[in-house]
Every structure is written in C-alpha cells, then in structure tokens.
C-alpha cells in the first residue's frame, strides 16, 4: 500500500530583510504599492491591541484600494522604555508584522499588515516627534496608552496632575517625556505656525474615551498654557470611539507555530479573535480615512455602544478572570467552558450589566451575551487569566463599579458584583486556594495588597479606597453582600461560594 508523505513545511521568510513576493503561499500581504503610503496618522502605544485593530483596519482600507487611503499610513511612536523593543522589531521588518486570526475550529488566518510606515522611540529624539506632530501632514492623532494612561482621579473625575509620570513634563521648558507632553507640544506648534490642529483619538478602553482624552489633555496644558488650552478646547476634536476585539498577549508558542507551520519568521507577530467592532463618532477636525468602508460604524452617538461593551464584556471578563483564577484555571476558555462560571456570567449580564444600559441601536442583547460567552470560550485564543486580572484599579472603577452604582440606586441587584469585588479583593491577597503565590500587577499593587491584607480584621479594609470605589463603603446593602461574598471565598473558596451564589435574587 502506498502512503502519501506529508507535506513538508513552508520554508521560513524572515519579514526581517524579506519581500512581500517572498512570503509563503497562502498568507494575506498588502497588494497596494506600500512605496505610495505617506504617514496621516500618528500612533502613541504600538502594542497587540492597536495592530489587531486600527492598524488593521486601515491596512484594509488601503487593500480594498479606498480613494485616499494611501495617505493614512501611521507612524507608530513609543514613547516608555518598554516600548524599545517592539520600536526595534518593527523598524527592522520595514513596519510589517503578521496578524494571524485564531479561529475556534484551529484554522489560523495569517495575514501580513503593511499599514505601519514609520516607527519612531520618543525618548531617542524627543522634538523629531514633536515636529512629527507639527507637520501639517499628520491628520490624526491616536492613542492606546491603557485605561490608567489618563491618569483620571477615580473620585474626582479630573486630572492628576500631582502623579509622578508628569512632574517633569509640567515644568517651564521641559522636554516631553509622556504624551501628554508630545501631543501639547505638537498642538502647540501648529498653533504657533498657523496650521490646523490635528484630531486626538483615543482607541482605550474606557468610557466616553474622546471626552476623557478632551479633558485630560485640555488640563494639562492649561497647567502650561492656559491660552494654549483655550484654543485646543475651542479647535481640537476629540471623537469618542468603542473599541472590541480580543488580542491576548503573544507567546513564544505563537511565534514558534507561525514560522514552523506557516512559514514566517516575524519578530513580534499578533494574535486575535476573529470578532471585531469599532464603532466611532464622526467629530474629526481635519479629515479622515473613509473608515465606514472598512466595516467600522461611524455614527453620531457612541454612547450605548461603549457601555454596552464595557458593562458586559469587560466587566464579564472581571467577573471570570479572579474567580477562575482562585479556582485554579489559568485561562479564559477554561472558565467558559465551566457551566457553574458560565451561568454565573449569564446571570450577570442579564440581570445586573443589561438593566443599567440604554437602548443600544440594532443590537439584540441577549444575543450579545451569548456570543461573548462563546467569544470567551474560544480554545485557540488562549487569553490569560492573569492578563486579565493586571492593572485592576484601572478597570474594575470605571467597568464594574457604574453597574454597582446605578442598581444601588434603582433597587436593581447586586450580588454578582459584589462577589466580583470580594473576588478581587480575595485575589489581591497574593495567595491562590492551592497556596500558590499570586503575582499581582497593578500600578498601586502596594496598596491594593496592603489594603488585601487587612482583611482578616477588617472585613471592609479592601473598599475603605474612595479613589476606587467611591462611597460604597458607606452602603449598607452592598457591605452586607460584600463581606458575605469575601469571607465565603476565605472560608469556602470560589467554586463552593459559586455554587451558593449563581441564581441567588439581589439582597434586598
């Protein structure tokens, strides 16, 4: 009997130093003339979300051949120290780098992206950024510098001008260090020079983005300037935009695969789901790229979009991610795979999330939920519970803590997210259920930790934080629930305080 042998495997392409006619059979690569692209877009916080997102979407723009697409290349800038290394990956593959799609099934969808042109380390040449900015050939500036990158005071709203990260930055004649200070310095260039200013757009994750960006931006220079604040709250537009697809953070694996399976070899390639949204208003003060064209809502109001995205996705992945960990998963699809984790999820966007959205134009919610269950359960995305669980006191104040706030005050309920928190406040403990150390990631771990580990005394020690949780300390119904869920999880653990908790009717 004759055998046929297996295929062998593609040989590698190295993007570093190879063409786009080298590559494999069988990956997508930009069909456009990548020499005609000119830079319109400047792009703060190069990081997996931004090119399994925007950058895609504008590498499909340029792919479908949109009239004008050619003059929104980005130029992707770093501006922290960690941000040397993909700066150096992406200059050395002339800004290419693969997107590969993981579908449920295992099929993996390899795509090279070509919409990056230029990639630029702030602190290398501190004012060749800023005249980046200041030329008038920059249209957009857009962001993903993480939800704590605002630096908003949970409490108060405004700006916190008192943080380390932007001292430096608030002195007379300082050098930028943040972008804070790139993006008022290059505004403040094309005031001085007469030019239009260019659009600040913010792709985090977080609610009313280009508002919060607007009055976070528009504080800091007045620190500095106050007329140069006038004029950006008066000619600077700030759109709001809701942002989803879930980009878990590249392994060693993924590399390995994609060179020994597809055939690339790509210094930092990307990971994502299949699903992707971008829904984003139409406020922008010196043009854009025809984005509807390549599948992104543009719309008047972002609003019920947003929420709907943070107060069921975001918060749900909250709720999994501390549970789940404590029970011993380490992975997102572990815990949807779990009915107990599941129905718990269901029950939270159902009866908790949902009540406190507005109409959301031609969505069907309970559809919604059920897909992101299964979004998570996805076995080839293998999203981390730990990334998951980092920078907590940037996520769950402004994902979970609103949902709280707005049942509290209409009678709806609250359990599950009270048990959300004490799970949090449980995690930051630093020890698992097994006895395992935790390695928490936060940008005030100490005083999470520090707050977790008072907790043995003081049942409320975690929520007494009013830059975290405002006043919920001060409500009885929610303390009640709260230390109920918190010594449950300290006793029992998660699974058996789950198996209490899922279907229980809010404590009235």
């Known amino acids: 009997?004759?055998?046929?042998?297996?295929?062998?495997?593609?040989?590698?392409?190295?993007?570093?130093?190879?063409?786009?006619?080298?590559?494999?059979?069988?990956?997508?690569?930009?069909?456009?003339?990548?020499?005609?692209?000119?830079?319109?877009?400047?792009?703060?916080?190069?990081?997996?979300?931004?090119?399994?997102?925007?950058?895609?979407?504008?590498?499909?723009?340029?792919e479908q051949g949109v009239d004008g697409a050619l003059g929104w290349g980005i130029c992707g800038v770093g501006a922290l120290p960690h941000d040397r290394r993909i700066v150096d990956t992406l200059t050395a593959q002339d800004g290419l780098y693969t997107l590969v799609v993981k579908h449920p099934d295992g099929h993996r969808e390899p795509r090279v992206i070509g919409s990056i042109v230029e990639?630029?380390?702030?602190?290398?040449?501190?004012?060749?950024?800023?005249?980046?900015?200041?030329?008038?050939?920059?249209?957009?500036?857009?962001?993903?510098?993480?939800?704590?990158?605002?630096?908003?005071?949970?409490?108060?709203?405004?700006?916190?001008?008192?943080?380390p990260s932007i001292r430096a930055d608030l002195e007379e004649g300082a050098v930028p260090r943040t972008v804070f200070g790139y993006v008022v310095a290059g505004l403040a260039a094309r005031r001085a020079a007469g030019e239009r200013p260019?659009?600040?757009?913010?792709?985090?994750?977080?609610?009313?983005?280009?508002?919060?960006?607007?009055?976070?931006?528009?504080?800091?220079?007045?620190?500095?300037?106050?007329?140069?604040?006038?004029w950006m709250a008066q000619h600077v537009s700030f759109p709001n935009g809701m942002v989803d697809r879930i980009t878990p953070v590249t392994s060693q694996d993924d590399v390995d695969r994609l060179a020994e399976e597809v055939g690339v070899v790509d210094g930092w390639p990307?990971?994502?789901?299949?699903?992707?949204?971008?829904?984003?208003?139409?406020?922008?003060?010196?043009?854009?790229?025809?984005?509807?064209?390549?599948?992104?809502?543009?719309?008047?109001?972002?609003?019920?979009?947003?929420?709907?995205?943070?107060r069921l996705l975001n918060a749900s992945h909250q709720a999994l991610c501390y549970l789940g960990y404590l029970a011993g998963y380490r992975y997102a699809h572990e815990v949807c795979q779990d009915p107990l984790f599941v129905d718990f999820l269901l029950g939270y966007m159902e009866h908790e999330g949902s009540p406190t959205l507005p109409e959301v134009p031609g969505v069907d919610l309970d559809a919604y939920r059920h897909e992101l269950v299964s979004r998570f359960a996805n076995p080839?995305?293998?999203?981390?519970?730990?990334?998951?669980?980092?920078?907590?006191s940037d996520r769950i104040p402004?994902?979970?803590?609103?949902?709280?706030?707005?049942?509290?005050?209409?009678?709806?309920?609250?359990?599950?997210?009270?048990?959300?928190?004490?799970s949090w406040a449980r995690y930051a403990e630093g020890v698992?259920?097994?006895?395992?150390?935790?390695?928490?990631?936060?940008?005030?771990?100490?005083?999470?930790?520090?707050?977790?580990a008072r907790q043995g005394d003081d049942p409320l020690a975690f929520l007494r934080d009013r830059d975290l949780f405002g006043a919920l300390v001060d409500d009885a119904r929610f303390t009640s629930v709260f230390t109920r869920a918190l010594g449950?999880?300290?006793?029992?653990?998660?699974?058996?305080?789950?198996?209490?908790?899922?279907?229980?009717?809010s404590t009235s």
């Open 119 to 163: 990639m630029m380390f702030a602190p290398d040449d501190p004012q060749a950024v800023v005249d980046r900015l200041a030329d008038p050939r920059t249209r957009i500036v857009s962001l993903t510098i993480t939800e704590g990158g605002y630096l908003v005071n949970q409490v108060t709203g405004e700006f916190d001008a008192d943080d």
């Open 432 to 452: 698992d259920e097994q006895g395992e150390p935790i390695e928490v990631v936060d940008r005030i771990k100490e005083r999470v930790m520090a707050a977790a």
């Open 398 to 422: 402004k994902w979970l803590v609103p949902v709280i706030n707005r049942n509290l005050e209409t009678g709806g309920e609250i359990d599950r997210s009270a048990l959300v928190v004490a």
């Open 1 to 62: 009997m004759t055998t046929t042998p297996a295929p062998s495997p593609p040989r590698p392409t190295a993007l570093n130093g190879a063409t786009l006619d080298d590559l494999p059979d069988g990956v997508g690569r930009p069909t456009y003339d990548r020499a005609a692209v000119t830079a319109g877009i400047v792009h703060f916080g190069v990081g997996g979300f931004h090119r399994a997102h925007q950058a895609m979407y504008v590498d499909r723009l340029m």
């Open 270 to 310: 990307v990971v994502s789901e299949p699903f992707t949204q971008w829904v984003l208003e139409d406020h922008f003060t010196d043009g854009r790229p025809r984005f509807e064209d390549a599948g992104v809502q543009v719309v008047d109001d972002v609003v019920p979009y947003e929420l709907m995205k943070l």
């Open 198 to 230: 260019f659009t600040v757009m913010s792709c985090d994750n977080l609610p009313g983005n280009g508002d919060v960006a607007r009055r976070m931006m528009t504080a800091f220079a007045r620190l500095k300037d106050p007329d140069l604040a006038d």
């Open 380 to 392: 080839e995305v293998r999203d981390t519970l730990a990334r998951l669980c980092a920078e907590s």
């Open 488 to 505: 449950a999880l300290r006793s029992r653990g998660s699974r058996e305080t789950l198996q209490s908790w899922t279907g229980r009717s």
